[in-house]
Each structure stands twice: as C-alpha cells, then as structure tokens.
C-alpha cells in the first residue's frame, strides 16, 4: 500500500501530463466517475459536507487501523475533486492523514482554477476527513 507522500506524487505527476486546464477538468471527472460509490444509506445530512455549494456525502469506516473512505457528490467537478482527495487519503492511518499536507493541491494548480465557491467546498472537504481521522485516532489512543 502506498503511503499518502507517494500518492500524492502520482497526482502531481498525472496532471503534469496535461497542459491546458480543460484537459484537466475532463481527467478530474474521469476520477469522479471512477469514485468508489457510497452506499446510499450514508447520503444522509450528517455525512454532507458543510461549505459545499453542491452536495458532497462522505463517509468513513476504520479496518485494521486504517480509515477508508467513500463518497459522492451531485456536481461532477466537485466529485472529481472528492475523488482526488480519496485517493489520497483512503487506506491510511488516521495518524498519517493527521500529519500529511495538501501541498499537491496547490501543485497541481487545483485552488487558483477552482471558483472561490468550489474552492472553499475543497478546503471543507479536506477539514472534514481529517476530523474523521481525529475521531479514529482518538479511538485508537
């Protein structure tokens, strides 16, 4: 299993290969719809995403130590951006999330090609699975 450094890296570099942004829109709405499905009985009020504009479920479960996630979203760019920061976060430690930086989204040129709206929609995307990572990890201590 990769850890979330490496992950982030193979991101960085698969939007690297692209050179306009439109390029980049239609990758992250590939990666939306490649999007492990949520099970419809976590669309629920709890698991949306506050800040959102568009609707985000996101739920998490702990086996083995390691948090993973699932997730959707009604706006194909925002479950494409979801999708990103799944993949870079599912399967791990609560512990490794907690420390790991959002660099890559910066990187790969995410936040300044987001409207603000969306933007802020991706920061409380990221607030949210690392205060699942702070539940877990209380669990575990």
């Avoid at 992250?28 to 492990?36: D, V």
């Avoid at 949306?48 to 706006?75: P, R, Y």
């Avoid at 979801?82 to 890559?104: E, G, M």
Wanted: aromatic content about 8%.
């Amino acid at each position: 299993m990769s850890n979330i450094k490496d992950i982030q890296e193979e991101i960085i570099e698969e939007f690297a290969m692209f050179d306009d942004w439109m390029d980049r829109y239609e990758y992250m709405i590939e990666l939306g719809k490649s999007l492990p499905l949520i099970d419809e009985k976590y669309k629920v009020e709890e698991n949306l995403i506050k800040g959102c504009q568009s609707k985000v479920w996101v739920h998490a479960e702990m086996n083995d130590e390691k948090i993973s996630f699932t997730a959707d979203s009604d706006a194909i760019i925002t479950k494409g951006i979801v999708a990103i920061l799944i993949r870079a976060f599912s399967n791990q430690h609560p512990k490794d999330i907690l420390d790991a930086d959002t660099q890559f989204i910066d990187e790969i040129g995410l936040k300044e090609h987001l409207s603000p709206t969306r933007a802020n929609g991706l920061v409380s995307m990221i607030k949210q699975l690392k205060m699942y990572a702070i539940a877990y990890q209380t669990q575990l201590n």
